[in-house]
């Protein structure tokens, strides 16, 4: 391999790019990252994600701290409870998560984040001199002398030392350099939209609802997500009364408020098996999306039937539930990959955005080992790879146990029962404060609450 200095080519700007090129920069490294979008605004990045341990200790380790405080400011204000319901809105457990407690460590805590506004978070400072818009990516060469080029649909080119796949689930370097990674179809589907937050939609639901995250356990195997998010700003983008004197002077001095245009919402999500869909849902949008998830809950809470009623037609998009397949490890070259586009999830236990941060933190950590001369680039590459490579698939597994098609609870004889069965235990635990306490530390291992940094 070449001895020259490190230039890092990062294919796609989402959340683990930008946050390696974030860390790449602060060290001195020369990075550059191509994405396919045309403008830094993607209407379709607005929806919600639930930023945990894993994904603040990324973030802290590769951010200026000036830009980590104001992805801080940033923060919707966070869940104080995890709701579990039925379908008529009936209390099976609640539960105050410890990643929901007001803990003065970030890492001890679950923030909720707007994906379009963490990602304006993370293009402050990068901008044009390092992030390159309207280049998508075709295919690479490596050269003898140990340079990568990329190549772009406009004609373009770009050549690097490292080539860093980050285009997500539908990866194209990875399809070029692992074309035995494939993606599965897990057999579940899922519709989700935003629901305007007025007085008249808060009404509906419970004030444990309202401050919290709220999963839903529906008869037939559906399941339901409801999730209010409450941002710093008002809609006009001004700050709200009551804001923290430091937080308000964060936010005055972020030149990303510019672009971001998001506004308090009620979101909501449901998943189901294929065959539960009275139409296919990956061919509709808009109106007829809500109106198909609307005839599938004809018999929920109304309460519940009403809010999915007042959805922005919008914001209504399909989702097909994909997952990663296991691979056997791959001979480490100066090409490597992060989030999705190697260990694509179900969003079962939130770990896609988290995961792809802690990818970011540790493959920038062996980069700039490499700067620094403390490793070799071949060395420091494998040593990411093989421990992302054993996290990741976890991950995946995990995120799989939580959404899958094949799962007993969506076979029609014994589904009814497991749910049936499930149902008493929750509502037996909601009443055991020990055995709630171990479930709240349960998923808070989950989110990387136990785990040091790499």
């Known amino acids: 391999m070449s001895t020259q200095p490190l230039h890092?080519?990062?294919?796609?700007?989402?959340?683990?790019?930008?946050?390696?090129?974030?860390?790449?920069?602060?060290?001195?490294?020369?990075?550059?990252?191509?994405?396919?979008?045309?403008?830094?605004?993607?209407?379709?990045?607005?929806?919600?994600?639930?930023?945990?341990?894993?994904?603040?200790?990324?973030?802290r380790a590769?951010?200026?701290?000036?830009?980590?405080?104001?992805?801080?400011?940033?923060?919707?204000?966070?869940p104080l409870y995890l709701n579990l319901l039925t379908e008529q809105m009936q209390e099976l457990m609640i539960m105050e998560s410890t990643?929901?407690?007001d803990d003065p460590d970030p890492a001890k805590r679950e923030h909720t984040v707007s994906r379009m506004t963490m990602r304006q978070v993370l293009l402050s400072g990068l901008e044009e001199s390092v992030v390159h818009f309207d280049k998508t990516f075709t295919r690479y060469e490596q050269h003898e002398d140990g340079t990568v080029t990329a190549f772009f649909e406009d004609g373009s080119s770009a050549t690097?030392?490292?080539?860093?796949?980050?285009?997500?689930?539908?990866?194209?370097?990875?399809?070029?350099?692992?074309?035995?990674?494939?993606?599965?179809?897990?057999?579940?589907?899922?519709?989700?939209?935003k629901v305007p937050m007025t007085p008249e939609n808060v009404a509906l639901v419970s004030e444990k609802v309202f401050k919290g995250m709220s999963m839903i356990f529906a008869s037939g195997g559906l399941g339901f997500i409801l999730h209010m998010v409450e941002f710093p700003w008002r809609h006009?983008?001004?700050?709200?009364?009551?804001?923290?004197?430091?937080?308000?002077?964060?936010?005055?001095?972020?030149?990303?408020?510019?672009?971001?245009?998001?506004?308090?919402?009620?979101?909501?999500?449901?998943?189901?098996?294929?065959?539960?869909?009275?139409?296919?849902?990956?061919?509709?949008?808009?109106?007829?999306?809500?109106?198909?998830?609307?005839?599938?809950?004809?018999?929920?809470?109304?309460?519940?039937?009403?809010?999915?009623?007042?959805?922005d037609p919008s914001t209504a998009l399909p989702v097909n539930i994909r997952t990663s397949l296991p691979i056997e490890p791959w001979a480490t070259t100066n090409i490597t990959l992060l989030g999705d586009a190697i260990h694509t999830m179900t969003p079962g236990r939130g770990a896609g955005a988290n995961t792809a941060l802690r990818d970011a933190q540790l493959l920038c950590?062996?980069?700039?080992?490499?700067?620094?001369?403390?490793?070799?680039?071949?060395?420091?590459?494998?040593?990411?790879?093989?421990?992302?490579?054993?996290?990741?698939?976890?991950?995946?597994?995990?995120?799989?146990?939580?959404?899958?098609?094949?799962?007993?609870?969506?076979?029609?004889?014994?589904?009814?029962?497991?749910?049936?069965t499930q149902r008493t235990m929750l509502r037996a635990i909601n009443h055991i404060p020990p055995a709630k306490r171990a479930m709240a530390r349960a998923f808070s291992r989950g989110r990387g609450a136990d785990r040091q940094d790499d």
């Open 365 to 420: 950590k062996q980069l700039v080992a490499v700067h620094n001369g403390k490793l070799d680039l071949l060395t420091a590459i494998h040593g990411y790879e093989e421990k992302m490579q054993k996290y990741g698939a976890e991950a995946v597994k995990q995120s799989l146990a939580q959404m899958d098609a094949n799962a007993p609870i969506h076979k029609p004889v014994i589904g009814p029962a497991i749910m049936a």
């Open 99 to 101: 990643l929901m407690a």
């Open 236 to 311: 006009d983008g001004q700050l709200k009364p009551g804001i923290g004197v430091n937080e308000a002077e964060v936010l005055a001095h972020w030149p990303g408020m510019l672009y971001d245009n998001e506004s308090d919402y009620i979101g909501w999500g449901l998943w189901a098996p294929r065959h539960k869909f009275p139409r296919n849902p990956m061919s509709l949008r808009g109106e007829e999306l809500v109106a198909v998830t609307q005839e599938m809950t004809s018999s929920w809470h109304p309460n519940l039937r009403t809010l999915i009623a007042r959805s």
């Open 8 to 59: 890092i080519i990062i294919i796609g700007a989402g959340t683990g790019g930008l946050c390696l090129a974030q860390g790449l920069k602060q060290a001195g490294i020369s990075v550059a990252v191509y994405e396919r979008d045309r403008t830094r605004i993607n209407p379709l990045q607005g929806f919600r994600v639930g930023i945990g341990p894993d994904g603040i200790r990324g973030l």
């Open 160 to 193: 690097g030392t490292v080539l860093v796949a980050a285009d997500g689930a539908s990866s194209r370097v990875r399809r070029q350099y692992l074309p035995h990674a494939t993606l599965v179809e897990t057999g579940l589907l899922s519709a989700g939209a």
């Open 62 to 78: 590769n951010l200026p701290p000036e830009l980590f405080e104001t992805f801080l400011a940033t923060c919707a204000r966070p």
